[in-house]
DNA sequence: CGGTTGATTGATACACATCAAACCCCGTGG
DNA sequence: CCACGGGGTTTGATGTGTATCAATCAACCG
């Protein structure tokens, strides 16, 4: 189970239409892994609504959330009340990760859409684990994903000038749409310009302004009225500007 | 499942006042981990030095590795080459982490000083989990506690001004090290200026202002000679001025 | 020693934050 | 139907925290 996730060469898919850079397998290898869920382990499931809290920061940690539809953010908040979102979810992505440690949830996960997460004790996980290696490797398999993620937006954060995080930010959610089998020419966000900035360590004008300069350079393209709308040509254009953006500010950087 | 309402009331409560403390039993936690994987799984040890890379991104994923002294650094890289310390890791972390759902590693882990490492193979530590559930609850609460930390990082990286970073990370490394059962208040540091920037995704000289700074309003202190040690007399200190850094930038900040 | 690497400090530049005004969309109620 | 209000977005003018550039200094080492 630990090789070839990355690359899948062996299954033709037979969703057609979907830009080069997503393995055809990831929406097979995701329902398969809700499937296994299913049939291996009590579920409670919760249908959600814009704003629900799936789970806070500070409450006992007792379950642990699986998305089946909808999109989730997850929000940290220091002591004096800075709030940050930290992360984004989608179908198939676990929630509540960060509680298994400390005994409590670090962060509170929040929906942003109507959705439904399913619910499982962890205690009752562990036990899938070890009748069901599968399980194990799918829970393994999510955390580690995770990681690798906050790596990358660690990454991001600290080395891209404004105009490319946000070109990244849209690719970033262009490629884990059309991961789940969903177009992703045109994608609808669900979040303000507020809510963006914040993931992305910036203001909500500064991502207006980012968006408008795509749009201007004909990267992405808003539909007549609605703005949180946008319509997105040639996702390699996105990396394009992101280069673009990034090279004119950081010549070169050595760490030593 | 608590529903809506960004602002429930309750949340303003929970105990924040916690000054860092470290649980009395965090040394012996650690012991106790390493001495469980001794005795649980073929180990390979590994002596490094300093610049030695443990694992590197891109390679095969085959192996975990586990911190049983010195320190380390994990480095993420960009297609284009931008370097990013996106973590720090000591005595009973673990290493290489994100490798398990791609198949092969996503950052480098690079020894800051001679030190050893315990090589346990992925494939043979599943089935020590499964024979053995304490070894299972290690390696959770090795990933959950990187994702929590990760979590942290991120807030800090977008919600405080330099000088409060450059504070929090000097609290980060003392809580590890006393975590570790080392005095915290003469700490040694195995970075560069230029490396803690890079980790704090700030440049060299702001971090060298931001020290100069601390040391002028007495909240750490030089020894003569070496830059890099640092005295912290008051932990405590550390807190207050990263509060005091921060409020001035900051006022309030809402993310509706 | 001189040479090298890292740290400090100052002067200046710039990317982004902040402040402010206008606009758009949409639901509500007269 | 239009008036109204309010949240979200856009755009401009201005301010500032930090980057950049540059010079000097300190520690180490063959």
Redesign the pocket.
């Known amino acids: 189970m630990t090789s070839a996730a990355t690359f899948a060469p062996t299954s033709a898919s037979p969703s057609a239409s979907v830009p080069a850079s997503v393995p055809p397998s990831a929406p097979q290898r995701i329902a398969g892994m809700l499937k296994l869920l299913e049939d291996s382990l009590p579920i409670h499931r919760h249908v959600v609504h814009a704003g629900d809290t799936v789970c806070q920061a500070g409450q006992r940690f007792v379950h642990l959330y699986i998305v089946n539809s909808g999109f989730f953010k997850l929000v940290n908040m220091s002591e004096e009340g800075r709030e940050q979102v930290v992360g984004l979810h989608f179908r198939g992505d676990w929630l509540g990760l960060d509680g298994i440690a400390g005994g409590q949830y670090g962060c509170d996960a929040v929906a942003m859409d109507t959705g439904e997460v399913w619910a499982i004790r962890y205690d009752a996980l562990l036990q899938a684990c070890i009748a069901k290696p599968a399980v194990l490797a799918a829970l393994h398999q999510a955390m580690s994903r995770e990681l690798a993620r906050d790596h990358d937006s660690m990454l991001s954060l600290c080395t ?4 490319a ?1 946000v070109a990244g930010f849209l690719r970033y959610w262009a490629d884990n749409v059309s991961q789940r089998g969903l177009r992703a020419d045109k994608i609808m ?1 669900r ?5 963006i ?1 914040n993931y992305l ?9 980012a ?2 300069r795509m ?1 201007r350079s004909d990267v992405i393209r ?1 539909p ?5 709308d946008i319509h997105i040509p040639e996702v390699g254009a996105l990396t394009a500007f992101m280069q673009r953006a990034s090279a ?3 010549p070169a950087s050595t760490l ?1």
């Open positions: 891209l000038p404004a105009d995080r966000l979040m303000t310009r507020a809510e900035g360590g910036m203001t909500l004008e500064t991502v207006s302004r968006l408008s749009a808003f007549e009225k609605c703005r949180r004119a500010a950081a030593h």
